[in-house]
C-alpha cells in the first residue's frame, strides 16, 4: 500500500510490495516524499551504503527508486520551465524599505536547458515518408545545390561560346584593310 503513493504504476507497485522489506517501502515512500534519498534514509537510519547495497542487489527496489528519482527531475525541469517563461520576482529596495519588486528572467539557464534538449533530442535529418522509406533532406538539399550549380555551369559555358562566336562574327564582318 505504501508504494501506491510512490508509483502510478499498479503493476511495479504490488511487484514491490511482495518482494520489499517493510523498512525499504519506508524508505521508498519518504523518498516520494523527500525527493532526496540520505535524508529519507538518514530519517529511519539507513546508512547510504545499505541504500546502494539494496539498489544494487534488488530489482524491484532499483526500479522504484528509478521511478522516484524519474519522476522529481521531471518536476525538476517543469519548474525550470516555469522560472524561463515567467521569471523570478525579486525585491526592490530604497533606504531600506522595499518599494517594488521586478521580475528577473536567466537567458543563461535558457540557453543551458535548450542546449540539455537538443542534445538529447537532436533535429532529426531525415523523417520515415508515408511509403517507409526515409528522406534525409540533407541530401535533397546538396542534389538540388548540385543541380543549381551544374546549371549555372552550362549557362556560363553557353554564354562564353555565345561570346565567341559574336567575336567571331564581328571580325569577319569588319572591313579589311588590305584594299
Not at 518482494?19 to 538518514?42: I, W
Not at 519588486?101 to 538529447?120: I, N, P, Q, T, W
Amino acid at each position: 500500500m505504501a508504494v501506491e503513493t510512490v508509483s502510478d504504476d499498479a503493476d511495479v507497485a504490488a511487484d514491490a510490495a511482495e518482494l520489499l522489506t517493510s523498512q525499504q517501502l519506508a524508505f521508498l515512500t519518504l523518498f516520494g516524499k523527500y525527493a532526496d534519498p540520505y535524508r529519507a534514509g538518514q530519517t529511519l537510519g539507513i546508512a547510504a551504503e545499505t541504500l546502494r547495497h539494496w539498489r544494487d542487489t534488488c530489482p524491484a527496489f532499483a526500479k522504484v527508486w528509478a521511478e522516484i528519482r524519474d519522476t522529481e527531475y521531471e518536476r525538476l525541469e517543469f519548474a525550470l520551465l516555469k522560472r524561463l517563461r515567467l521569471g523570478v520576482r525579486k525585491p526592490v529596495f530604497y533606504q531600506g524599505s522595499k518599494i517594488a519588486s521586478v521580475r528577473e528572467f536567466s537567458d543563461s539557464l535558457g540557453a543551458k536547458m535548450l542546449h540539455e534538449y537538443r542534445e538529447y533530442n537532436p533535429v532529426p535529418h531525415g523523417s520515415s515518408n508515408k511509403d517507409g522509406s526515409d528522406t534525409n533532406y540533407r541530401d535533397l538539399v546538396e542534389q538540388k545545390l548540385a543541380g543549381i550549380r551544374q546549371r549555372l555551369t552550362e549557362t556560363k559555358m553557353m554564354a562564353e561560346a555565345h561570346e565567341e562566336a559574336i567575336g567571331a562574327d564581328e571580325a569577319d564582318n569588319s572591313p579589311s584593310m588590305d584594299a
